[in-house]
Antibody, heavy 120, light 116 residues
Framework: EEQLVESGGGLVQPGGSLRLSCAAS????????FFWVRQAPGKGLEYVAA????????YYARSVRGRFTISRDSSKNTLYLHMGSLRVEDTAVYSC?????????????WGQGTLVTVSS | QPVLTQPPSASASLGASVTLTCTVS???????VDWYQQRPGKGPRFVMR????????SKGDGIPDRFSVLGSGLNRYLTIEHIQEEDEGDYHC?????????????FGGGTKLTVL
């Protein structure tokens, strides 16, 4: 059974850093592009970042560009999101999702998410 | 980039039908839209993709025949027939735009569906 499981969330102070992980199982990890999406409390979904299947192409929402870095490790079947210079408004549940390609194919598998709280 | 607009809430009685609407901004009338279901406490689940000609590709895994889509003008509709308790949750529409460094993935605000 295909599964995406996020981890690494928690409480962090403004200006701090955090690394999220998304462990993939039951799929051929290297065949897929991956995404991070977040949902702030009481709000809708917001795209954060994407990475191509080869790991060479990365894309970011304007709100996180320069502060967050998406990466992947095929040897561990794991997707990462390195978050720096965190702000209160980055507080959200962060979920990973996968698709065949970055643009043009649906994201047909998602994890349940991990909560990141940025607060002093 | 496109703007996707969804009403914040909808409701329907058990066994009835409901149609959810996602409206794309006028400059993007040809854009396809993906529908995602998010049950309480769960991650989103792909339902299906819709363009002006209707469904594009296949439904998501396990999506029942009670779910259908239609595209007309700027609107992308998701209809759920014979509503069941398990259909309650948030429904999000989304669309890709751009390529390369200009790629963005845009979401509507989501519609909370309550089953009465």
């Amino acid at each position: 059974e295909e599964q995406l499981v996020e981890s690494g969330g928690g409480l962090v102070q403004p200006g701090g850093s955090l690394r999220l992980s998304c462990a993939a199982s039951g799929l051929s990890f290297s065949d897929y592009a991956f995404f991070w999406v977040r949902q702030a409390p009481g709000k809708g979904l917001e795209y954060v970042a994407a990475i191509g299947s080869d790991g060479a192409s990365t894309y970011y929402a304007r709100s996180v560009r320069g502060r967050f870095t998406i990466s992947r490790d095929s040897s561990k079947n794991t997707l990462y999101l390195h978050m720096g210079s965190l702000r209160v408004e980055d507080t959200a549940v962060y979920s990973c999702a996968r698709s065949i390609v970055v643009s043009g194919s649906p994201r047909d598998d998602w994890g349940q998410g991990t909560l990141v709280t940025v607060s002093s | 980039q496109p703007v996707l607009t969804q009403p914040p809430s909808a409701s329907a009685s058990l066994g009835a039908s409901v149609t959810l609407t996602c409206t794309v901004s006028s400059d993007y009338s040809d854009h396809k839209v993906d529908w995602y279901q998010q049950r309480p406490g769960k991650g989103p689940r792909f339902v299906m993709r819709v363009g002006t000609g209707g469904i594009v590709g296949s439904k998501g895994d396990g999506i029942p025949d009670r779910f259908s889509v239609l595209g007309s003008g700027l609107n992308r509709y998701l209809t759920i027939e014979h509503i069941q308790e398990e259909d309650e949750g948030d429904y999000h529409c989304a669309a890709d735009h751009g390529s390369g460094s200009n790629f963005v993935w845009v979401f509507g605000g989501g519609t909370k569906l309550t089953v009465l």
